[in-house]
C-alpha cells in the first residue's frame, strides 16, 4: 500500500506493491515475506486482481457484489466476488472489448461491444448470442424501460437493438458525422449523443425524436483560456448528475457541467494537459473527471480542486470505475494490476471491505513524510540549461512549487549529453588542488589562505596572544583554537571554497552577537605582519642566499662526484 497526500487529502494505493508469483512454494514465500520490505507492506484487496497485459474497462455489477475487467491479451473478461474477495471466472474473446455494460443485477447478463462490430451477450454459463452492426462501435448504453440497447460508432446512426423482439428497430439519424459516447439519464431517460464536431444532441426514447442541441465546441473556444486549443473538441465523455446536471468532456481536456435548461456551461473546467477526457463521474458535490494521465477531483459549485490522481511513467488510464456511495474507484491502466484507490475524506469504504476503514484510521495517527524515490528536483532554468524545457507539459515532468520532479536516470543522461567533458574538467581541478596543497603545506603561517582569511586572522592573533600571555590557564585555552590552522585535519577549512564562511547568511547574522571579532586596525597589523614574512624568502632568493637552493646544489655536487669517480 502506498499513501500521498496530494492538496492535503490522503490517497491509500491499495495495488501498490510486488505481487507473489503462484509457483513459489510456501517455503520461499514466508523467505521473501521476512527479507522484502515492500511484499511485506501489500495489501491485496482482491485476490489477482489484474489482467495479463493491459486492462481496458472495470464495471462493478448494480448489486455491488462482483466485479468485471477486461483486458487483453488474450482478449477476456474476468469476474471478481466481493464475498470471497476473490476471482470468481474468466472467459476469453476473439477480439479485444471496447466497452460493455451489465444487464441484470448480477453477472448473469453481460453484452459486450468489440472492436471487430461484433456485440456478444453473456448469461450466466457463458457465451449466449452473437451478432454483427454495420459500422465500428465506441460507445452503448441499455434503456431498461423499452429494453432497447442503443449503439454509437463511426457513423451518424443510433443503432437501436431491442432485446425483447430479438431485432434491430429504425435508427435514429444525427447530424453528425462520427458519435463518440452515449448518456441515458436514469431518472427522465433523456439520451445524449456526443458528436465529432462538439456537438451534444438529446432524444426522447418516447417520441423518438431530436429535442435539443447543445454546441459545447463553441462554449471551449470563446471562453477565456491562456492556452490555444491544440485540435477540435470533440465530445469524449458524457454523464448525467440527478435530472438536470449533465457532464460533458472534450478531446482538447475541457469539461463542462450544464443545466439541461439552458445553452451555457455553468462551469468549465481545463485538466491544462491538452489530452481526451475518457471518463467523467459525480460523487455527491464533486466531479471526477479523467484524462490518460491524471484523476482531478473537483468540487462541483466553484472549480475548486480537490485532490488529483496522477498515473505512474509508463502507464496510462483507459477507464474508472467509481463505487457508489464510497470512496473507493477502480481505475483500469496499460499495465497488469486494476489500479485500486481509497479516499476516506471523499466516502466509506465499501461493507465489503469495511476493515479498511479501521486501518486507515490507524495510518492517519502516524505522521508520514512524502518521499520521491528516484526522482530528480530541477528548477525552469536548469530545464532550459539541460536542453529539455521542450518537456514541460509532459508526464516525464511532475510541477511541484517552483520546479519539476524528474526521473534521476532522465536527468544524468541529460547531464551527460549536455555537458560531456564535466568529468574531465572535475579531474583537473583535483590535480591543481592537491599540486596547491603540496605546495602550500609547508608555509600555511607565512601568507593568509584563500578561504576564510577573517577566522584565519582571528586564529593567528589567539596564537600571538597566547606565546605573550603568562597565564597557563589562559595560555592553554588560546592554543587549543590557535592550532587549528596547523592541524591537518581542519585543512578543508583554509583551502575548499564550499566551507566559505556566509557573513549575509541569517544564521551567521544571529552569532555575530555572540561571536569575537577581530578589530579592523589589528586586521591591518596582521596582515602587514604576513605580507613582511611573504617578501623575506623572495629577497634571499634574489640575493642567492636560499637554503632551500644551497641544499640543492650540494645534493647535485656529490651526485656528480659519484659519478666521476
Not at 536527468?411 to 549529453?417: E, F, G, I, L, Q
Request: with cysteine; aromatic share 10%; charged share 30%.
Amino acid at each position: 500500500m502506498q499513501v500521498s497526500d496530494p492538496n492535503n487529502v490522503k490517497i491509500y494505493n491499495l495495488s501498490a506493491g510486488k505481487s507473489l508469483p503462484e509457483w513459489l512454494s510456501e517455503r520461499k514465500r514466508r523467505k521473501l515475506l521476512k527479507t522484502n520490505v515492500d511484499i511485506r507492506r501489500r495489501i491485496e484487496l482482491i485476490q489477482d486482481f489484474e489482467l495479463p497485459g493491459v486492462s481496458t474497462s472495470v464495471r462493478v455489477s448494480p448489486d455491488g457484489q462482483y466485479v468485471l475487467c477486461t483486458g487483453i491479451y488474450k482478449p477476456r473478461v474476468r469476474c471478481y466476488e466481493t464475498d470471497n474477495l476473490s476471482m470468481k471466472f474468466e472467459r476469453c474473446f476473439d477480439s479485444e472489448v471496447v466497452t460493455f455494460e451489465v444487464l441484470s443485477e448480477d453477472y448473469s447478463k453481460v453484452v459486450f461491444l468489440q472492436c471487430d462490430r461484433y456485440v456478444e451477450f453473456h448469461s450466466a454459463s457463458g457465451r449466449y448470442y452473437r451478432l454483427r452492426i454495420p459500422k465500428f462501435g465506441r460507445d452503448m448504453k441499455y434503456h431498461a424501460p423499452s429494453t432497447d440497447l442503443f449503439l454509437v460508432g463511426a457513423t451518424s446512426d443510433i443503432y437501436r437493438l431491442n432485446l425483447e423482439r430479438g431485432q434491430f428497430l429504425q435508427p435514429f439519424l444525427s447530424q453528425g458525422s462520427e458519435l463518440n459516447c452515449i448518456a441515458i439519464n436514469p431518472v427522465h431517460q433523456l439520451i445524449c449523443v456526443g458528436t465529432l464536431e462538439g456537438k451534444v444532441e438529446a432524444w426522447d426514447p418516447r417520441m423518438k425524436v431530436k429535442i435539443g442541441t447543445l454546441d459545447c465546441a463553441f462554449n471551449c473556444i470563446s471562453n477565456e483560456r491562456d492556452t490555444v486549443l491544440e485540435g477540435f473538441p470533440s465530445i469524449t465523455a458524457l454523464n448525467f448528475h440527478g435530472p438536470l446536471t449533465l457532464g460533458v468532456g472534450t478531446h482538447t481536456g475541457q469539461i463542462l457541467l450544464y443545466d439541461i435548461r439552458a445553452d451555457k456551461p455553468l462551469r468549465v473546467k481545463d485538466h491544462m494537459y491538452g489530452l481526451p477526457i475518457r471518463d467523467v463521474k459525480f460523487h455527491e458535490n464533486h466531479v471526477l473527471s479523467m484524462d490518460s494521465s491524471v484523476v482531478k477531483i473537483w468540487n462541483k459549485d466553484d472549480g475548486s480542486l480537490f485532490t488529483c490522481i496522477e498515473s505512474g511513467e509508463h502507464t496510462q488510464f483507459n477507464n474508472l470505475c467509481h463505487i457508489p456511495d464510497s470512496g473507493m474507484m477502480f481505475i483500469a491502466n496499460e499495465n497488469k494490476k486494476v489500479l485500486t484507490y481509497y479516499i476516506p475524506s471523499l466516502g466509506p469504504a465499501p461493507k465489503w471491505c469495511g476493515f479498511l476503514d479501521n486501518l486507515t484510521e490507524e495510518l492517519e495517527e502516524n505522521i508520514m513524510d512524502n518521499v520521491y524515490d528516484d526522482y530528480k528536483f530541477v528548477t525552469r532554468q536548469e530545464l532550459e540549461d539541460l536542453g529539455l524545457g521542450h518537456l514541460i507539459g509532459t508526464t516525464l515532468l511532475r510541477a511541484y512549487m517552483h520546479g519539476f520532479f524528474m526521473d534521476v536516470r532522465l536527468y544524468r543522461k541529460a547531464k551527460s549529453v549536455s555537458a560531456p567533458f564535466e568529468f574531465e574538467e572535475f579531474k583537473k581541478k583535483k590535480i591543481r588542488e592537491k599540486i596547491e596543497q603540496e605546495r602550500t603545506r609547508g608555509v600555511q603561517l607565512n601568507k593568509l589562505p584563500k578561504v576564510n582569511q577573517e577566522l584565519a586572522l582571528k586564529l593567528m592573533d589567539e596564537k600571538q596572544k597566547a606565546e605573550e600571555t603568562d597565564s597557563k590557564k589562559k595560555k592553554k585555552k588560546l592554543q587549543i583554537s590557535a592550532n587549528l590552522l596547523q592541524d591537518d585535519r581542519f585543512q578543508g577549512l583554509f583551502q575548499n571554497p564550499d566551507f566559505q564562511v556566509d557573513t549575509n547568511a541569517e544564521e551567521y547574522r544571529l552569532l555575530t552577537p555572540v561571536l569575537t571579532r577581530l578589530d579592523k586596525q589589528r586586521q591591518k597589523q596582521l596582515r602587514k605582519q604576513l605580507a613582511a614574512r611573504e617578501l623575506r624568502p623572495e629577497k634571499e632568493e634574489r640575493e642567492g642566499k636560499a637554503s632551500s637552493d644551497e641544499s640543492s646544489e650540494e645534493e647535485e655536487e656529490e651526485e656528480g662526484g659519484g659519478r666521476e669517480f
